[in-house]
C-alpha cells in the first residue's frame, strides 16, 4: 500500500511537472525509480545512473545530478560525462578535473567539458588542441561550442578560424556554428565581418536565422552604420524572419530610429 501511495503522489507531481515541463517530470520519475531501487537493494549499473543524471540534467536538476554520481564507487566515461554536463559555467574547474580523471576520454566527453567553457575561451581554445592531439576528430558540436566561447571572449579571429577549421576537418558548418561566429563579430563591432558571413551563409544554401540577423544588425547599429541597419532589417523582413527583441532594439537604437523617422516624414507622415 505504502509503494502504491508513493507511486500515484510520483504520477501526480510528474502530469502537474508534464504540462509546462516534460523535462522536469522524466527527472521526478528517474529519482523515484533510483529512491525504490536502492531500497530494494537493486544492482544498479553505470548506463542507469548515466541515464538518471541526464534526465536530471535535462530536466533543469543538476543537483540532483550530482547527488546521484555522488554515490558512484567507480565512475566510469559514461557517468563521469554525465556529471561533466550537469556543471554549469561557474563549475568549469569541476568538469575539467573530471574530464582529467578519465583515462581516455571520449568525444562526448570532450564534447561535454566545451560547453561548459562557454565563458571561457582560453580555456575551450586548449581543450579543442588537446582534443586533436588524442587522435580524436572534433564535430560540428565540439567546434561551435568553441566558437560561442570565443564570442564570450571577444576572440572573434580566433571564433572565425575555428568556423574555417570545419571545412578542413570535412564537417560542414550549419546556422548554429555561422550564429556563433556573427554573434562573435557583433560583440567585437566588426559589422562588417558579420555582414560577409551572413552573406557566405546564402551562397552555401544555409538559411539564416533571427539569431544570425539579429547579431549583424546589432553589430552595424553599434557601429552606428543606420543606413546598413536599415538596409539588413528589410532583407531579413524579406527573408520572412520574424524579429525578435534583440533585433526590434537594435533597428529602433538612436540613429536607426532618426533615420525611420525622417523616411516617415519624407513620406508625408509627421512627427507625434
Not at 562526448?108 to 588542441?129: F, G, H, Q, T
Request: aromatic letters at 8%.
Amino acid at each position: 500500500m505504502k509503494d502504491a501511495a508513493e507511486a500515484q503522489q510520483v504520477l501526480a507531481r510528474q502530469r502537474q511537472l508534464g504540462r509546462t515541463n516534460w523535462r522536469r517530470a522524466l527527472a521526478v520519475r528517474w529519482g523515484w525509480v533510483f529512491a525504490r531501487a536502492r531500497a530494494q537493494q537493486l544492482q544498479l549499473s553505470d548506463l542507469h545512473y548515466a541515464a538518471a543524471m541526464r534526465a536530471c540534467q535535462r530536466g533543469g536538476e543538476p543537483t540532483a545530478a550530482m547527488r546521484l554520481f555522488a554515490e558512484i564507487e567507480e565512475p566510469s566515461t559514461r557517468t563521469l560525462t554525465a556529471a561533466i554536463a550537469s556543471c554549469g559555467p561557474r563549475d568549469w574547474e569541476l568538469a575539467v578535473a573530471l574530464l582529467g580523471a578519465m583515462e581516455f576520454p571520449d568525444l562526448a566527453a570532450y564534447s561535454a567539458c566545451l560547453k561548459v567553457l562557454k565563458a571561457k575561451p582560453s580555456r575551450a581554445l586548449r581543450l579543442l588542441d588537446t582534443l586533436r592531439r588524442q587522435q580524436l576528430s572534433p564535430d560540428l558540436v565540439c567546434y561551435s561550442a568553441v566558437i560561442s566561447a570565443c564570442g564570450q571572449g571577444r576572440f572573434w579571429l580566433k571564433a572565425l578560424a575555428c568556423l574555417r577549421h570545419l571545412d578542413q576537418d570535412a564537417v560542414a558548418p550549419n546556422v548554429v556554428a555561422y550564429s556563433a561566429a556573427i554573434s562573435a563579430c557583433e560583440k567585437a563591432l566588426q559589422w562588417e565581418q558579420g555582414l560577409f558571413l551572413l552573406r557566405e551563409m546564402a551562397e552555401r544554401g544555409i538559411k539564416p536565422n533571427v539569431v544570425s540577423h539579429s547579431a549583424v544588425l546589432t553589430a552595424c547599429d553599434k557601429a552606428r552604420q543606420w543606413q546598413w541597419t536599415l538596409h539588413h532589417w528589410k532583407e531579413m523582413r524579406a527573408a520572412g524572419v520574424a524579429p525578435n527583441r534583440v533585433s526590434y532594439t537594435a533597428a529602433i537604437g538612436s540613429t536607426a530610429w532618426d533615420a525611420m523617422l525622417e523616411m516617415l516624414e519624407a513620406s508625408g507622415i509627421r512627427r507625434v
